[in-house]
């Protein structure tokens, strides 16, 4: 799945690979289903897509934002998304859901397992989209201050009963943030995922902050999750500390057996005695 650090190492991909690519033939894939969500017909993008030039690339939360000049734009995300370069035609997928073909001989495919996005948008609409979340503060920005995570708290109300697992990933929510990163980004934090969010003191909200902040600065640097892939399909660096293959391990600050149970919707991993409920 597509979270925040996955996003920004495709867009930086984009600008180093793709940018200036002259696209000849393109469309929405050889197999449609009904959660790979588009924002027009088969014959729509068939006919915009030839002619266009791949401009710059950024990231916003989960999604990766790709210019086609000079007027539309690419919104891909959001979800389950593989996303990969291929130099010909040799190692196209079986099945995808969005393509690409570039005057170089050279093809873009995206193949979305669960769902995700593939929008194809005037560029004068694509900022205001809600996939874009208008007004979300990137994690890994100058932005993302102390000041403003204290924000977020203050969404909620004394007797809010929502866990760690829901604030951080569901509402208020860290931009780009999903079940992914925030077994780590608990784990350092010492923090059982079920714990209630106004349980937490000032110097806990502090903790919590520097182990988002920590968590995601270092995955991007190593490149995205080893789980994950990159346009080339190669897997990122960063080996997280909890997730499946941890289960049953020893902690690797007390040795005690990692744990995991199912919550809300998906399964989280934590360490009974350094993330104690």
Known sequence: MIEIVEAVVLARQFNRELLGKLIVEGGQGNSRHK????????????AILPGK??????????????????????????GGERIRYHRDASTLPNKYQFWLAFEDGGYLTVSIQGWGATMLLPADQADAHNLMQPGRVSPLSAAFTRD????????????????LKAFMITKPKVWGVGNGYLQDIL??????????????????????????VETLRTAVELGGRDTEFDLFDQPGGYVKLLDARS??????????????????????????QCQKL
């Open 148 to 163: 403003y995570f204290e924000s977020l708290y203050g969404q909620l109300a004394p007797e809010d009963k929502s866990s």
């Open 187 to 212: 784990f350092r934090a010492g923090m059982h995922p079920r714990r209630k969010v106004v349980s937490l003191s000032a110097a806990e909200r502090d903790v919590l902050y520097e182990a988002t």
């Open 53 to 78: 030039v791949i401009g710059e690339a950024s990231d916003h939360g989960s999604v990766i934002k790709v210019g086609l000049e000079a007027d539309y734009v690419l919104l891909l995300g959001e």
């Open 247 to 272: 289960v049953g391990q020893p902690c690797v600050n007390c040795e005690t057996p990692i744990q995991k149970e199912s919550y809300m919707g998906g399964t989280v991993y934590f360490c009974p």
């Open 35 to 46: 959660f790979a969500f588009v924002s027009g017909s088969a014959e729509e993008y068939a």
